[in-house]
């Protein structure tokens, strides 16, 4: 036979069988993406094509009812038809067989993005989201995507196409469930090769010609309704998403639909919303008016943990930690100086309290901070930051100018060394010591670092999620500090 324009007898038989059993009348827009890789060999290339010619005689094609298009991918998209290109099951099978192998790589990412944005757009050919016509995309792979699909396929999800994810060979099934919708037992095939993907047929007629029923149930979806084999399920707009009640939604961006009451800024996080300050402002106690910190002067230097305990990715949300610090503060040589040490095997001197005189230098000096990653020498670093740190050679103002001393000191284990002599050393001598202790910091040694009394001036955390709440706690701490009295500060009234 000629491949592509004839086919074997298992495909005129199951012609025959269902276009007695056809969806008949079922809205559909179906369209089908297909692995045209290199790895594809051309015979099984044809099989590909006999299971979709089989997948349509069960199809009710025609514009009202289901409207079919096709993607083939490799390392780019070819778009064979779209869902509006045609009228007739005839002329779909037709472009079927014609269809030629790519034979190049396998975008697989890229192919999934291109039905989002255009195979199931309007001018394409999809029925509005409000008609409730089911969109569903059948993808055929048979290898490793050479690009993200997770993210994209998630997109495509939320936006209410139901996909069904076939991989042959060997696929790795990860994969496949990162692309085909829940539950993975109903969207997600491996079959071993190509010759098997007909054993698919029945089960994609039972799920593609199952009843309607976001069509015929009052469903309660507020935004979109998706038809599941026997079920629905409701989805919500891109920026919104589903409440707990499976059918509401909520605009993800709470600042802008809720009456949040933050006097400054408010961020979004999580299924909530949280309020920040201005630069040179803290938060007040209620969450969310701000106040002015100390325009008074400090003198501020960070001691930071970069042992190997600690990781690169926490290394960076220390550094978040520090940039909100520096945030709160006005920075300028008459106001609050600060300076940053890093420590683990070695102490390094990543600025001094002269070097930066504003918050934008600092904070990008504090961004291109390289993570040490070895020991944790505790000790070693507070005696630097006594010794050296407060001079005046490093920026340190005088004593006669009664300018506060204040040091953060971050760590988030066992110091390697003993810190007790060198805390004690910089606490007698006016330096203020705020500790703040992550995961397995020793309290023990937390207390010998920090200064008195401990519930003003010791933080801990188990782990890194509550930084930010450690942060303001700080800001506040370091504002009444910078006045030269904590608790109450004429410098940090209203703004």
């Given amino acids: 036979s000629v491949a592509g324009l004839c086919f074997p007898l298992r495909y005129i038989v199951a012609h025959c069988f269902a276009s007695t059993n056809a969806c008949n009348r079922k809205r559909l827009d179906l369209v089908f993406i297909i692995d045209s890789s290199r790895s594809v060999r051309p015979y099984d290339f044809e099989k590909v094509k006999e299971f979709i010619l089989t997948i349509l005689q069960f199809l009710d094609i025609s514009p009202d009812v289901t409207r079919v298009g096709l993607i083939q991918y490799g390392s780019t998209v070819k778009h064979e038809f779209s869902l509006k290109t045609f009228r007739r099951k005839h002329d779909v099978e037709r472009a079927v067989k014609r269809m030629m192998h790519l034979a190049t790589g396998t975008m697989t990412g890229l192919a999934i993005q291109y039905a989002l944005n255009i195979a199931f757009s309007e001018s394409e050919g999809a029925r509005p989201l409000s008609q409730n016509v089911p969109r569903i995309i059948m993808i055929v792979t048979d290898g490793r995507p050479q690009d993200p699909v997770a993210e994209v396929a998630a997109k495509a999800r939320n936006s209410g196409i139901l996909i069904f994810a076939i991989g042959v060979g060997r696929v790795d099934m990860n994969t496949l469930k990162s692309i085909g919708s829940e539950p993975h037992e109903e969207h997600v095939f491996l079959v071993a090769n190509f010759s098997q993907i007909e054993t698919l047929t029945s089960a994609f007629q039972t799920k593609l010609c199952a009843q309607d029923l976001c069509a015929v149930e009052k469903h309660a979806c507020e935004q979109i309704c998706v038809n599941t084999p026997g079920s629905y399920v409701c989805q919500c707009h891109s920026g919104y998403t589903l409440n707990q009640d499976g059918k509401t939604c909520r605009n993800k961006d709470l600042c802008k639909t809720v009456d949040h009451g933050c006097e400054h800024i408010c961020i979004n996080n999580d299924h909530s919303y949280v309020c920040k300050c201005h630069e040179g402002f803290v938060l007040q106690e209620d969450g969310k008016m701000c106040r002015r910190c100390t325009e008074g002067p400090i003198d501020l230097v960070f001691v930071i943990d970069g042992s190997k305990s600690l990781g690169e990715d926490n290394f960076e949300v220390v550094k ?5 610090i520096l945030d709160s503060l006005e920075i300028s040589p008459k106001a609050a100086r600060a300076g940053l040490l890093q420590y683990s095997s070695q102490v390094r001197t990543e600025f001094t309290l002269r070097q930066f005189s504003t918050a934008k230098d600092m904070k990008k000096a504090v961004s291109q901070m390289k993570y040490m990653g070895k020991g944790s020498m505790t000790g070693l670093a507070l005696k630097q930051m006594f010794e050296r740190s407060f001079t005046e050679a490093e920026g340190a103002r005088p004593f006669s100018a009664e300018v506060p001393r204040v ?16 805390a004690s050393k ?19 040694e937390l207390l010998e670092i920090a200064s008195e009394p401990p519930d003003k001036h010791l933080f801990y955390a188990e782990d890194f999620s509550t930084m930010g709440e450690i942060s303001e706690k700080l800001k506040k701490r370091i504002c009444e500090a910078g006045a030269g009295k904590e608790g109450r500060s004429p410098h940090c009234g209203s703004p």
């Fill in 407 to 422: 040091s953060i000191v971050f760590t988030d284990g066992r110091a390697q060394d003993e810190v007790s002599e060198w």
């Fill in 426 to 444: 910089a606490k007698q001598n006016g330096i203020t010591i705020y500790a703040v202790g992550i995961g397995k910091a020793i309290e023990e």
């Fill in 320 to 324: 978040e930690f520090v940039s909100g």
